[in-house]
């Protein structure tokens, strides 16, 4: 296992963990990407997954939020993607300009051919996935312990999505046709992803990782029962197997675990009550009734709506302020974020002016202490 320079800024880390913290630590999701000018220059003429795939193009572009909002924010999270696991499983992925990501040909029934070749491929996903390891691997070594790395993986049940629909859809009847007419062969496939995810994560951090988050951005498409049976049994998975399979690899520290499931707000209780250390919300919750909800059992990330970023200076800082006196009541419990990732067009001056705000109205100094 690579040695790295110790870390210089541990407060996101410690705060994951529950402990009280001088202030609350900050990132957000999606920060290295296409609202960046730099990001287009390192990006160049590469495909999107040819990003992904360079080592040096990933690590690149995992780095510039770090040096643009330098003292501002305290993690880095790889530049890679969640669908890099069907791309494992053997499916093709494109990344569509202007339309986003596609599947030449997504799975249609669990009588398709393909879908029977997927169950029966045994993945290794050391080889598969090594470019994201020689990624994490470099970033780490490039970030001599400025901040900590996040590894990610996508949920089970979001990558099913974008396995059967072939894209992002406004509808999802392809895999609502596969839940409900076959639920069986869906949480077979479910858990073939599931066991990936595991082994993908661990050795993530195996090659460096210092937090791993778990991104279900499609749970809004479930009911609350339909996340019970679809969604919920595989993140649950994840959270009880993961520290297990580091156990293995004989990786001694502890590394915090986080899920966001996007719009899934009925199931904040279930996840609270999980292994996992932090869980991200989406705007669509009240900061001051979701620490009701964690009871103190979990951190809580996030969760401005990434639209403010559009507006005024002043309903930045009203959204902050919101934030911060309804999570940061008792020093701990919260990791500042946005409720979903930065969005295109979004100034990064403004994207500054956020994560100042929030150092303003809940730091050290600031009004809350």
């Known amino acids: 296992m690579p040695e790295f320079e110790p870390l210089r800024n541990d407060l996101l880390l410690r705060a994951a963990k529950g402990e009280v913290v001088e202030r609350p630590p900050i990132w957000v999701m999606r920060q290295a990407g296409r609202y960046l000018p730099e990001y287009h220059e390192a990006k160049g ?3 999107f997954f040819e990003c992904c795939r360079t080592p040096e193009i990933a690590s690149a572009l995992t780095l510039q939020p770090i040096d643009r909002y330098e003292g501002l924010i305290d993690a880095a999270i790889i530049f890679s993607d969640i669908l890099v696991i069907p791309q494992a499983m053997g499916m093709i992925v494109e990344m569509v ?13 669990p009588a398709d051919t393909q879908y029977k070749e997927i169950m029966e491929k045994p993945v290794d996903a050391e080889k598969e996935l090594d470019y994201v390891y020689k990624a994490i691997t470099m970033t780490k070594e490039k970030l001599r312990g ?4 996040f590894g990610f993986c996508g949920a089970p049940w979001t990558l099913l999505c974008y396995m059967v629909e072939g894209g992002g859809s406004k509808m999802f009847i392809q ?3 596969w839940i409900y007419k076959y639920p069986k062969e869906s949480q077979k496939l479910l858990q073939k ?3 990936l995810c595991v082994e993908y994560l661990a050795l993530q951090v195996k090659a460096g990782a210092d937090i791993v988050q778990v991104f279900d951005s499609w749970a809004a498409e479930l009911s609350p ?3 019970r049976d679809f969604s919920l049994p595989y993140l649950l998975h994840i959270a009880e197997f993961l520290p297990q399979r580091l156990e293995q690899l004989g990786i001694k520290r502890n590394v915090p675990m986080v899920v966001f499931a996007k719009g899934a707000w009925y199931a904040l209780e279930d996840l609270c009550a999980s292994k996992y250390n932090v869980v991200g919300l989406d705007w669509l919750h ?3 009734k979701a620490m009701e909800i964690a009871k103190g059992r979990v951190v809580l990330q996030g969760n401005a709506d990434p639209g403010v970023l559009y507006g005024s200076r002043e309903a930045i800082t009203s959204v902050v302020s919101r934030m911060v006196t309804g999570f940061w009541g008792e020093k701990k419990g919260w990791i500042a974020n946005l409720g979903h990732g930065v969005t295109p067009f979004v100034k990064p001056d403004d994207l500054k002016f956020f994560f100042e705000e929030i150092h303003r109205l809940a730091g050290a ?5």
């Open 225 to 227: 029962a339909a996340f």
């Open 97 to 109: 300009d202007k339309k986003g990501p596609h599947f030449p040909y997504p799975l249609k029934t």
């Open 286 to 288: 009240d900061p001051a």
């Open 175 to 177: 895999v609502k046709t």
């Open 45 to 47: 003429s590469h495909d």
């Open 193 to 195: 992803i599931v066991v």
């Open 146 to 149: 400025r901040v900590p790395l």
């Open 365 to 369: 100094s600031g009004p809350s202490s």
